[in-house]
């Protein structure tokens, strides 16, 4: 495909940028799909599964599409003492899904995340690019009304 | 900004600007103007200082005078008394609350009086994306000291005599490591910023580098010209888009004026620094996983020797300091070794940043010298354990260090100290617990953490922390048997010795230091079935107060699983068999009528 050759000569064709090439194809995709790994492998000319052992090994990048909305429970120390788990546990009961997985309206994405680095406002969710602090189960049921 | 200036710096955190702080600006430039005090007095957008609840808030300097919950109405006055007057305000310094009490300046406030700011120096104080305003502030004077007056060996010894060691966790000499790097074979030699923060509940780095991001290329730039590097790479963890953005603005600015580039402050030195964005993965903090990740791999650590002072990146010889290191840099140079030394310890030179977060009343972030007390940091800076509870530990150093109970908390803040305490000074994260923390399910907290991060190269911290996660969770739920604890320190121990990189060897550490300061929780899980803390779901149940509760049924509505039933104005109760142990009830019970037992 085109738009990946020229992603992958945006970082000189070299394997080196293998991980700024998927995350560029990652912002414009949301994910990374088979065909585009295919594709920049070829461009790159090294096996596929190279690029495969970077987008498995790296968190940032996903293998399946996600939901409209991503929701990331912060399950770093001082949310998990100030009980990030409860509201993580409160999600997947209320979305009915676990944590990784797409609701089946395809609206939330819900994960976990080790620490956002704001701990001053434990526990914290960021949903897209908003963050939300101080929560507690009733608040972030309430948040994510805000979301559609 | 000029020097004399007086400055009124109004809040444009997005809480002062939803209560009306732009308006305030506003009507403040616009006094200030009809008084003719233009070229004494200037307005200025002010950051966040964190006491949202207060705002709209406008802070006078010099003098850390802060004025509260302004409204427009309040502005000519103000600027009548204060500046043409020189009498404040009293009436917009003094606390609405029933106690009437004076809004001290800034410096009266507990949470900053005891700080000393060095790397945090330009806190609040700068414009990030404005270069100007770093110069303005002496930056990029120490550069030029370095690289006129200076000889690199001249610029080593200065930070050798300041004594200062790698903010990273280990507390390795720097001027060591630097000079290592520059005595070592091959070219280009390499300088790189670790910005891949990532213990959870330490954000420091993350705020040097979108609050002063100068500090660090300046710091990088000294580093490099004191080891012969030209090159430079700032890894920022992928968590942190906003300081990548901060820094990004930098690195352009500082092209834009010479000062990274070739031929700096025309002396024929040459370096520039590229930024390179993380991949989520937290054993790329460790050096080389992270040159690795640099060089377009999976962050897999190899073992040491070589060290990266001889082999780094692409096999050159590559210096690698953390953010807080770098940004040391500039202070010591600008004001010498001497002044610096005379901060800290013997051993421990010069101030530390902790992030001071979990259960305490003052959270954020605090740079204190080292040697002060762990106590001092957190009733003295911290203002204590909200809501009246009890202390319990201090967690220092992430996943990597230790839980340290309330009888060490005399304990002196420096690296060695911490690392005989079984803890270690790690980046910096200060997470506070108080009684209702399980410290059983806090280790069970970190060997998770950890076996989600192990990068699987070795067998002893991908097997081992599995099966030592297997009998933490085991031990939550009721199933422990007393030879576990001895399991559980047998194969620390061999974790601990076998691993291949920093992560798996210190991984035992907190499992490590709760057992040894909180064995009592462990044996109350294991032989009575019952966590103490009220936390581990299958040990604890919650139930209503009959004497306590009112009835009036908000508990009903949070239930989630609907195991909550009564009449309204009638003792509520929780079937057993439905509960699921959310805590909701208990969350939004304004009467405390929800226990644990």
Redesign the interface.
Known sequence: MKWIRKIVEKYGK???????IL?DVQKIKGYLPEEGISDIAAELKIPIARVY??AT?????RLIPRGRHSIHVC?????????GA?IM??LE??LGVRSGETTQDGRFTVES????????L?PVVVIDDDFHGKL???KVIQVLKKYE | MKKDHIQVWVCSGSTCVSKGSLTIRAVFEQEIRKHKLSDRVAVLAGRCSGTCNRGPIAVIEPGHIIYQQLTPEDIPFLVKEHFLKGKPVQRLRTDVSETKTMIPTLMEIDFFKHQQLVVLRNRGRIDPDKIDEYIALDGYAALAKALTSLSPEGIISEIEKAGLRGRGGAGFPTATKWMLCRQADGNPKYVICNGDEGDPGAYMDRSILESDPHAVLEGMAIGARAIGAQRGYIYVRDEYPLAVERVKTAIQQARHYGLLGENIFQTGFDFDVEIIRGGGAFVCGEETALMASIEGKAGRPRSRPPFPAEKGLWEKPTNINNVETWANVPAIISRGAKWYASLGTEKSKGTKIFSLVGKINNSGLVEVPMGITLREIIFGVGGGIPNGKRFKAVQTGGPSGGCIPESMLDLTVDYEALTQAGAIMGSGGLIVMDEDTCMVDVALYFVSFLVEESCGKCTPCRVGLQRMKEMLIKITEGEGEEADIERLEKLARVIGSGSLCGLGQTAPNPVLTTLKYFRNEYEAHIKQKRCPAGVCKKLIVYTIDPQKCTGCGVCVKSCPVDAISGEKKQVHVIDQQLCTRCGSCQEVCSFDAVVIQ
């Open positions: 070299k394997e080196s940028g293998l991980i700024p995350q052992s970077l090994f790296y968190k940032a990048f399950l770093g120390t001082a949310c998990h003492v100030r009980g409860k546990d409160r009961q209320d995340v080790r620490c956002v680095g704001c701990c001053g434990a507690n189960q009733k």
